[in-house]
């Protein structure tokens, strides 16, 4: 599977470990990880502008599972259509990070899209977002993946049965959950991530919610997360660690 699944937490699905497998490399700070963005992106931005839409962005993670999986195409279209949902967020991300210009002969801007100099850090997002959707997954509906039964949301009930599952993901607000000595009950920590308070957790408000005590903790995550509000920092392709 590669050093890159292997880098997951130990709850990570098997199809996550795949999935981050076939883009990793290209959000590694090494010679290898430049080569291979510079192909990925060559893919992302056929047209040669230097910036890539969502559409684009979404048709190339397509492109690139089906490469990667050769034969075995129904597969490549399974993991492709499960992480789905994640792809926004990696480039909503991303696509603030550089400097905003104005694209000619439209009345759009380069924020609308991403540009080649952030390519590195939305293959990095894809990742963590993955991994963030896969926790998510586990606990909508009580299983892996996505079933009749998930919903995109989830409930304080499938929370209280599930959140064991997941505290082996690789986050940090998912490690100590079940810590005895930590203040925050189950059900508190479900109030925290219930952003509207309407008693269900959506995937927008749970990403959200880890994003916010990766950042507290200071860790690689947090800090590669927070690019988009500042400069940008060096944080390397790191993903969530057992």
Aim: aromatic share 10%; net charge negative; charged share 25%.
């Amino acid at each position: 599977m590669g050093a890159a699944a292997s880098a997951l937490g130990s709850g990570a699905s098997e199809d996550v470990k795949t999935f981050v497998d076939c883009f990793i490399a290209m959000a590694a700070q090494t010679p290898e990880g430049k080569a291979a963005r510079r192909q990925g992106w060559m893919a992302a931005d056929p047209n040669g502008n230097g910036i890539a839409s969502l559409a684009e962005i979404d048709g190339w993670i397509q492109k690139t599972l089906l490469f990667d999986f050769g034969e075995n195409q129904d597969e490549a279209d399974r993991l492709w259509k499960l992480f789905r949902p994640c792809y926004i967020r990696a480039f909503n991300d991303a696509k603030d990070i550089g400097r905003d210009r104005a694209v000619a002969g439209t009345n759009a801007s380069t924020d609308d899209y991403v540009q080649k100099g952030e390519f590195r850090l939305m293959n990095a997002y894809l990742c963590i977002y993955a991994v963030m959707f896969d926790a998510f997954a586990l606990i909508d509906g009580g299983g892996p993946g996505t079933d009749a039964h998930d919903d995109r949301r989830m409930s304080l009930e499938e929370w209280t049965a599930g959140y064991d599952k997941v505290k082996d993901h690789g986050f940090v607000g998912l490690a100590g959950i079940a810590d005895e000595a930590s203040e925050d009950s189950i059900e508190s920590i479900f109030a925290q991530m219930d952003a509207d308070g309407k008693g269900m957790v959506l995937l927008n408000e749970w990403c959200r919610w880890l994003e916010k005590k990766e950042q507290e903790a200071g860790t690689p995550i947090g800090q590669m997360l927070a690019i988009g509000d500042g400069p940008e920092q060096s944080a390397g392709a790191a993903l969530p660690q057992a």
